[in-house]
């Protein structure tokens, strides 16, 4: 049966809803450590070196390496002051500096990423020093934005083993350690977005390892798209920059309600089994019994009369009252029920944001090998 409490999706009533969001100086870090990493990530070598005055304003993306340089750089230098661990001046100078001269000379290009890397570790240290939960989250945001980047230098690196780094990606020893970076920030990010980025890396761990283990890589021309996508809806989930229900579809929402259902009797049917049987037992003796417990009960009134006022009393003196046990059965209800669907929600999201299986299909069913669909 499903609770009456049960909340829509979105529903923000705090009686039925109470979910915690994302702590700010730790999405911030989260962020920060992404923003870092995607500046080691930028290649040097590409033709574009000055803007076109033609069509319309360029996006960041399109912009020269140098532009894109300082744009990242700036938002890094926010992002920082905005956590309150300002980056080193004279480092964050000199790499605005090398921005500029990274297409010109190769020196500059080696010159700035030594110098990001020396920014990277005093930030990380400053970080550790002061809130050790800020510099685990600065390190998450690394390790989520190099998941689908290593991929993608993989792929595009002549001299790389595919399907090594496939295998060192998502591998135990890696996704054990994200999972937990997530774990340790558990209190400080949003529950569902938690469950869902466990799952999510459990799934891709587990898939990955058993397809390369067989030999078998993806067949799209690109795949480390689709781990960009998958690696940037973690972020969003971490960071709270995108609420869990927004991932899913129209069509995918009903789903919730028949995942609670099954949640349910997965859960507490073997409870039930084992009470019935003594709750039925119970009742019948009871009929069978129901003239003699009456005798009893009028042959002893007095008893009666002293226990029931007994009873009465001390229940009065600890404040319990029958409101307060209605009040009591009616929180733990809520409760209860907001556990549970909470944890069907994140189920189905899960399933709704996987993108492993567009790489590494589901094995065709033995129905389908026999009917050749």
């Not at 400080?188 to 980025?197: C, E, G, H, N």
Request: aromatic share 8%.
């Amino acid at each position: 049966m499903l609770p009456a409490t049960a909340p829509p999706i979105g529903a923000t009533d705090e009686s039925v809803d109470t979910r915690r969001t994302a702590d700010d100086r730790i999405s911030r870090a989260i962020d920060l450590g992404w923003r870092f990493a995607a500046l080691r990530a930028i290649t040097f070598d590409e033709d574009l070196e000055t803007l076109s005055l033609d069509g319309p304003l360029p996006a960041v993306p399109s912009l020269p390496v140098s532009e894109r340089l300082e744009v990242d750089l700036l938002a890094a230098e926010g992002e920082a002051l905005r956590l309150g661990a300002p980056l080193d001046e004279n480092r964050l100078g000199r790499l605005k500096m090398l921005a500029v001269l990274v297409q010109a000379q190769n020196e500059a290009a080696q010159q700035f990423r030594l110098t990001l890397c020396e920014l990277h570790l005093s930030l990380a240290k400053k970080l550790w020093a002061e809130n050790e939960k800020e510099g685990e989250a600065y390190e998450l945001g690394i390790g989520l934005f190099d998941t689908w980047c290593r991929i993608m230098t993989a792929y595009t690196s002549p001299d790389t083993d595919v399907a090594a780094e496939w295998s060192t990606v998502f591998g135990r020893r890696r996704v054990d350690h994200l999972l937990t970076l997530v774990d340790d920030l558990q209190t400080r990010l949003d529950p569902s977005a938690v469950t869902v980025v466990r799952d999510n890396l459990q799934a891709w761990r587990t898939r990955v390892t058993e397809r390369v283990e067989a030999g078998e890589l993806p067949a799209a021309e690109r795949p480390w798209r689709e781990v960009r996508s998958q690696a940037q809806a973690w972020r969003q989930l971490l960071t709270g920059d995108k609420e869990p229900e927004a991932y899913l579809p129209a069509k995918e929402r009903a789903k919730v309600r028949s995942e609670l259902i099954r949640l349910m009797w997965r859960r507490y049917l073997p409870y039930v089994l084992g009470v019935l049987p003594v709750l039925v037992a119970t009742v019948v003796l009871f009929l069978l019994n129901q003239r003699g417990v009456w005798t009893w009960w009028s042959d002893h009134k007095a008893f009666t009369t002293v226990l029931t006022g007994t009873v009465v009393t001390v229940a009065g003196v600890l404040g319990i009252t029958k409101a307060s046990m209605v009040r009591a059965a009616r929180s733990s209800l809520q409760t209860w029920s907001r556990l549970l669907w909470n944890r069907a929600l994140a189920r189905v999201i899960c399933r709704s944001t996987l993108r492993v299986q567009l790489l590494f299909p589901d094995p065709p069913s033995r129905w389908q090998r026999l009917t050749g669909r």
